[in-house]
């Protein structure tokens, strides 16, 4: 088969399931449709009770309501066409609909990335320039901070979806749960090197300089939370970062495990299913925990909940 009838043949790819067994897919159906509809119940839940509470009117709930609407379609983007896959005999997706949907994830995901930079430096403003925090967190500031993380964010994945799905694919079968960029290139028959290194250097630059932005956001937190005398002072002004540092801490974690943790050359079929076990952590999972995080540990968040909760009762 040459290339070029190789290339115009794949017109739709096929996902390689966790398990052929219906029963064990029903399962798993129910497993992560439970998952996705809390990530999405927690993350509305989140925008709703903010644009509601006045006293979350804040730079911080700001980012934190675009953060839940980032991690609300991401978690989509994967999970809508995976719940259906896992109901479906022949799990597949058209070439555009994959070249859209890793679109999207990287995108969103990139997003994300630079949008907890913004908040690292939301934090920093208000922990070690306290006076100048109306100014420089403006907001003008807070809005051109998440439209060019969104910018940011889908330019580079630009880059990765045109040069990705401008090459040859000789094999349809992605095994994964949704289409990542690493597995769409072992199915290229042309050469990847350029793709790679697309991945190596600008993929890496952007997590290097939104994970080192928030590195140095909190050394210099932390060289401020010192000075304060009193400890009490020191506590209340580091728990307002405990919650972001958290979820700062997760999603980049689950990066580096998830792209950057060693692999075997086999791939054995047991790695294969962690590979896609710990991508539906990375896209359903974690969304999941950023509303819970900022919920259980935010003082405001509980208060403003309880303010609506009762203005809703008593209308």
């Not at 940011?152 to 994964?176: A, D, R, W």
Request: with cysteine; net charge neutral.
């Amino acid at each position: 088969m040459t290339e070029e009838n190789s290339t115009t043949k794949i017109n739709d790819f096929v996902f390689i399931s966790f398990t052929n067994k219906p029963v064990l897919n029903i399962t798993l159906f129910l497993v992560f449709l439970v998952f996705y509809m809390a990530t999405l119940v927690g993350n509305i839940g989140m925008i709703a009770l903010i644009r509601a509470s006045p006293q979350l009117h804040t730079p911080m709930y700001f980012f934190l309501s675009n953060l839940s609407f980032i991690d609300s379609l991401f978690s989509s983007v994967v999970a809508c066409k995976s719940l259906a896959n896992l109901l479906e005999d022949k799990k597949s997706i058209s070439f555009i609909g994959c070249a859209i949907q890793m679109y999207f994830v990287i995108g969103l995901g990139s997003a994300e990335c630079f949008l907890l930079a913004a908040m690292a430096y939301d934090r920093y403003v208000a922990i070690c320039k306290p006076l100048l925090y109306p100014l420089l967190m403006s907001p003008r500031v807070c809005i051109l901070l998440m439209a060019s993380s969104y910018l940011l964010g889908f330019l580079h994945s630009l880059l990765h979806t045109v040069f990705t799905f401008t090459l040859s694919f000789c094999q349809s079968e992605i095994n994964h749960v949704y289409c990542d960029i690493t597995a769409l290139l072992l199915l290229s028959c042309t050469d990847t090197h350029l793709n790679e290194l697309l991945i190596f250097y600008v993929a890496g630059l952007v997590e290097a300089t939104t994970v080192l932005s928030v590195f140095l956001s909190y050394m210099y937190i932390l060289a401020n939370i010192v000075r304060i005398s009193s400890a009490s002072g020191r506590l209340k002004a580091f728990s307002t970062c405990t919650s972001h540092l958290i979820a700062v801490t997760i999603f980049h974690g689950a990066i580096l495990i998830l792209h950057f943790r060693p692999k075997s050359s086999s791939g054995s079929p047991i790695q294969d299913v962690s590979d896609k076990i710990l991508a539906i952590v990375y896209t359903i999972i974690i969304p999941l925990l950023n509303p819970l995080i900022y919920s259980l540990r935010n003082k405001e968040v509980k208060d403003a909940f309880r303010c609506s909760w009762t203005r809703a009762w008593t209308q």
